[in-house]
């Protein structure tokens, strides 16, 4: 089963406006990342925050990470309609492990 | 240096036959990924190679399902006795150090009639 679990689903706007998207995982980490992923295509990096890190920025990303509620939070500030995709948070857990666990996603919608 | 590639794009296969699967990963990335993605759905973690070591493997890894990677450079992934329910895109990833970001390729998209 997928740790990560992204929350909207689904999540329609208008353009200029922000989205949130919000993350929540069941076993502590080292670190959450944030990805992008086009209609049928690959995924594309956004953001990777460690586990002793609550906040981090790139461009208009703004991603928090709150360790005690296992919770992460996505925000698109001034949305594009090329923001339309796929957001998924991936956690990578601290058990010795290698694999990078997806959840199942928020489909933005941006409407110009 | 093109990223991570991957072939074919597209398979369309009968029930029954077997498919393989090729991924070049960025040059330099001793580390690569397999997943698996339904509509709808995130990735779902196939199997992890460092080098030309697998050092896991998803218990979705059926024993229809083998991964290689011979010479710690690119990867194959093979399907025996292709099913309905293996149609999904399969997805390659690499990345340089542990815990970092990964670079994916553009998938495969499996359909099984």
């Known amino acids: 089963s997928q740790q990560g679990e992204e929350d909207?689903?689904?999540?329609?706007?208008?353009?200029?406006?922000?989205?949130?998207?919000?993350?929540?995982?069941?076993?502590?980490?080292?670190?959450?990342?944030?990805?992008?992923?086009?209609?049928?295509?690959?995924?594309v990096h956004l953001i990777l925050i460690r586990s002793n890190e609550r906040e981090k920025h790139s461009g208009r990303l703004r991603v928090t990470l709150d360790t005690s509620k296992?919770?992460?939070?996505?925000?698109i500030t001034a949305s594009r309609a090329a923001d339309t995709a796929s957001y998924f948070c991936a956690t990578d857990g601290d058990t010795g492990g290698f694999k990078t666990i997806f959840g199942a996603g928020t489909r933005l919608f941006v409407k110009a | 240096d093109t990223g991570v590639s991957q072939d074919p794009r597209h398979?369309?296969?009968?029930?029954?036959?077997?498919?393989?699967?090729?991924?070049?990963?960025?040059?330099?990335?001793?580390?690569?990924?397999?997943?698996?993605?339904?509509?709808?759905?995130?990735?779902?973690?196939?199997?992890?190679?460092?080098?030309?070591?697998?050092?896991?493997?998803?218990?979705?890894?059926?024993?229809?399902?083998?991964?290689?990677?011979?010479?710690?450079?690119?990867?194959?992934l093979e399907i025996q006795r292709t099913e309905q329910g293996d149609s999904a895109m399969y997805l390659c990833a690499s990345s340089l150090e542990r815990w970092t970001e990964a670079f994916f390729g553009q998938g495969t998209r499996l359909t099984v009639v």
């Open chain 1, 70 to 75: 296992k919770s992460s939070s996505l925000l």
């Open chain 1, 8 to 43: 909207p689903q689904a999540l329609s706007i208008q353009e200029g406006e922000n989205a949130t998207m919000n993350c929540s995982y069941k076993t502590s980490i080292n670190n959450l990342q944030w990805y992008r992923q086009n209609s049928g295509r690959g995924l």
């Open chain 2, 11 to 76: 398979k369309i296969t009968k029930r029954g036959q077997n498919v393989t699967f090729r991924c070049d990963p960025i040059s330099e990335h001793n580390r690569l990924y397999w997943y698996r993605q339904t509509l709808g759905q995130g990735p779902e973690f196939l199997t992890y190679f460092q080098n030309e070591a697998q050092l896991e493997k998803s218990r979705l890894l059926s024993d229809r399902f083998s991964a290689e990677r011979p010479k710690g450079s690119f990867s194959t």
